[in-house]
């Protein structure tokens, strides 16, 4: 068998790969020549496989791979009726017997041509060649049909997964902002008294040195929500401004947002792009503001991180109450 006879019988037994079936179809399409050839190989190896010439192995890769098709199980019994038949003509008119049988019945078919059967072999001839050109055609569609198949399900699949994620991160999401709603409401129904935060005694306010409130908060080691008790940020009468100074136990990200915002009410403070201050003792953030524009209430001081890409991260949120006498 030749090479060419040999790819050909493996593309009829599906081992080539996409790459090679590709080829020898765009070949079989626009090259007549490789039409014949390949509808011939499949022919006697239908006749091969009828007759029971085929090796074990080869018989075994035959009928799993090209038999699983109900058209090519309907060629091989049109073949094997068909031997059956040239057979007997062939029988009455070759006087060597032992000849006869070992020649394929492509063979004998092609010797008739010749001969006082010339009607019926060119009957039977027309119909399998035709026959063998559905089949190899029937045979190549259907392989891309399985190779369009697998794409379309592969595709699908990777729908299905970013579908998943997607609601995965719904989840999440939707779970945090009940985390941070149980934990306000927590901090408004069970508030645990805590000690005051000692605030170094300020001079009487006068023109030049204006009364200052101080709180000192501590952003959490985890990004998210501070869960530890709220502290309170108390503003006596006659309090000009307020000072918050938010101390860093992971110095992270080249700069930050720091927003400040009354629960359930506005945002009074948003800086963004903002690097802390960094001494000995570590980073914080250090603002102050109008104690006109603190009032009463319950707030969250938020501190998110740029990523090198430019988008935010969030880094803390922590909580704390202000009393005003």
Same mark, same amino acid.
């Given at each position: 068998?030749?090479?060419?006879?040999?790819?050909?019988?493996?593309?009829?037994?599906?081992?080539?790969?996409?790459?090679?079936?590709?080829?020898?179809?765009?070949?079989?399409?626009?090259?007549?020549?490789?039409?014949?050839?390949?509808?011939?190989?499949?022919?006697?190896?239908?006749?091969?496989?009828?007759?029971?010439?085929?090796?074990?192995? !080869?018989?075994?890769?035959?009928?799993?791979?090209?038999?699983?098709?109900?058209?090519?199980?309907?060629?091989?019994?049109? =073949?094997?009726?068909?031997?059956? !038949?040239?057979? !007997?003509?062939?029988?009455?008119?070759?006087?060597?017997?032992?000849?006869?049988?070992?020649?394929?019945?492509?063979?004998?078919?092609?010797?008739?041509?010749?001969?006082?059967?010339?009607?019926?072999?060119?009957?039977?001839?027309?119909?399998?060649?035709?026959?063998?050109?559905?089949?190899?055609?029937?045979?190549?569609?259907?392989? %891309?049909?399985?190779?369009?198949?697998?794409?379309?399900?592969?595709?699908?699949?990777?729908?299905?997964?970013?579908? %998943?994620?997607?609601?995965?991160?719904?989840?999440?999401?939707?779970?945090?902002?009940?985390?941070?709603?149980?934990?306000?409401?927590?901090?408004?129904?069970?508030?645990?008294?805590?000690?005051?935060?000692?605030?170094?005694?300020?001079?009487?306010?006068?023109?030049?040195?204006?009364?200052?409130?101080?709180?000192?908060?501590?952003?959490?080691?985890?990004? =998210?929500?501070?869960?530890?008790?709220?502290?309170?940020?108390?503003?006596?009468?006659?309090?000009?401004?307020?000072?918050?100074?938010?101390?860093?136990?992971?110095?992270?990200?080249?700069?930050?947002?720091?927003?400040?915002?009354?629960?359930?009410?506005?945002?009074?403070?948003?800086?963004?792009?903002?690097?802390?201050?960094?001494?000995?003792?570590?980073?914080?953030?250090?603002?102050?503001?109008?104690?006109? !524009?603190?009032?009463?209430?319950?707030?969250?001081?938020?501190?998110?991180?740029?990523?090198?890409?430019?988008?935010?991260?969030?880094?803390?949120?922590?909580?704390? %109450?202000?009393?005003?006498?």
């Amino acid at each position: 068998m030749t090479n060419p006879d040999e790819t050909m019988t493996r593309y009829l037994l599906g081992e080539l790969s996409e790459a090679e079936q590709a080829r020898l179809e765009e070949r079989y399409f626009t090259d007549a020549q490789t039409f014949e050839q390949l509808a011939q190989l499949e022919t006697e190896l239908i006749d091969s496989y009828a007759r029971g010439r085929l090796p074990p192995q !080869k018989r075994e890769r035959f009928e799993r791979a090209y038999l699983v098709n109900p058209d090519r199980r309907a060629r091989l019994r049109f =073949g094997e009726a068909l031997a059956a !038949k040239l057979d !007997k003509i062939a029988a009455a008119r070759v006087a060597d017997q032992s000849s006869v049988r070992a020649a394929s019945w492509w063979q004998r078919l092609s010797s008739l041509l010749g001969g006082g059967q010339r009607a019926l072999a060119v009957s039977m001839a027309l119909a399998l060649l035709l026959l063998s050109s559905v089949s190899v055609w029937l045979f190549i569609r259907g392989e %891309r049909l399985r190779q369009d198949l697998a794409r379309t399900h592969d595709a699908q699949t990777a729908q299905e997964q970013r579908e %998943r994620e997607a609601q995965q991160q719904l989840a999440g999401e939707r779970t945090r902002t009940q985390e941070l709603t149980a934990e306000l409401e927590r901090t408004r129904t069970e508030p645990t008294p805590q000690p005051k935060p000692a605030a170094p005694e300020s001079p009487a306010p006068t023109l030049s040195t204006p009364a200052v409130a101080s709180l000192v908060l501590i952003a959490g080691g985890a990004r =998210g929500v501070d869960t530890s008790a709220a502290p309170t940020l108390v503003i006596p009468k006659g309090t000009q401004q307020v000072r918050l100074q938010l101390k860093l136990r992971e110095n992270e990200y080249q700069s930050y947002q720091l927003a400040l915002q009354a629960v359930g009410g506005t945002e009074i403070f948003n800086r963004q792009h903002f690097k802390p201050q960094t001494n000995r003792s570590g980073a914080s953030f250090i603002f102050t503001l109008p104690a006109s !524009k603190v009032g009463a209430g319950d707030y969250i001081l938020m501190l998110r991180g740029y990523t090198p890409g430019g988008e935010l991260e969030d880094v803390s949120q922590s909580l704390f %109450r202000v009393e005003k006498k």
